[in-house]
Structure formats: C-alpha cells, structure tokens
C-alpha cells in the first residue's frame, strides 16, 4: 500500500528494464514466456506508441491487464487512451479497455497471484494469493486493473 498521497509506484531498476527489453522483444518475435505479450498503448502526452512487455490474465471468461508496479505510466496512457494492442510476434490484437473499481478486483487479484506471483509477489508488500481477502482489498488501489475486449 502506498503511504503518502501519491499513487502506489515502483519503478523499475536498470535490470528489470533490461529484462523488460528482452521479453519485449521475445514477444515482438513470437516467443511468449509463460503467456506473455507486448502491449502498445498511445503515449497521453507524445501521441506516440509506447511498448511494455504484460502478462495479460484470464478470469471467469474474461481478458484483464494488471498493474503490479501500481500507477505505472502505461496505465496513465491506458486511462487516456482506452485501449492498445497486444503482440505476440505477427498476430495482433487490438483491444479496449476500462478500469475496474477496486471493489471488484478481488478475485481478479487473486488468480492473477496464483498464476503470476512466481514473478511479481515483490511488488505486492507481502500479499500473495493466499492472503486474506482482507489484504488483498487493501493493496487494490495500488494496482490497477483492466478489463480488456478484444475488438480484432
């Protein structure tokens, strides 16, 4: 949880971006790494497309992209744009997206901990999937969920 009046953020260190860069490239290349893609989303401020790698999470029939770095710059840009794109090597798909309330990210959460935890736990402060409900409703405001559609 964040402590001051700023939104939840943890930035990434010179290796993560390293990292990020690589598994960006994988994806842009068609080899997703345990599910993941390259997400595009228009820059709010340069109009231009910025690239991050995701782990775009499945649950209950639906799509959702999950912040766990908190209120990262994608997820401003996502706010202003209202979708992107997700690439895994030459298959694109274009999608929209909203911001779900904090009180419907529970079971969102949730799964998307069980599946990914393995490499994100570190940005949660001690919640993992088998938390309580109660802590996982506490961290929500610092990690914004999307439900996305895929419109392609």
């Known amino acids: 949880m964040s402590s001051s009046s700023s939104p939840y953020y943890l930035k990434s260190s010179r290796l993560n971006v390293r990292l990020n860069g690589v598994i960006g490239w994988l994806a842009r290349h068609g080899i997703s790494l345990a599910g993941s893609a390259e997400m ?25 992209l999950v912040s766990a770095r908190g209120h990262s710059q994608w997820v ?34 949730r799964t998307y901990l069980e599946k990914w935890g393995w490499e994100v ?3 949660f402060a001690g919640v993992t999937a ?6 996982i409703i506490a961290c929500a405001g610092d990690h914004p969920v999307f439900r996305i559609a895929v419109t392609n």
């Open 40 to 64: 595009s989303v228009r820059g709010r401020k340069s109009g231009q497309m910025q690239r991050v790698p995701v782990n775009p999470h499945s649950y209950d029939g639906g799509q959702y």
């Open 76 to 109: 401003r840009n996502m706010r202003v744009a209202g979708g992107g794109e997700l690439r895994v090597g030459r298959k694109v798909r274009t999608f929209t997206a909203v911001e779900l309330p904090d009180t419907e990210k529970l079971p969102v959460l």
């Open 121 to 123: 736990n570190q940005y």
């Open 130 to 135: 088998k938390s309580s409900d109660e802590e």
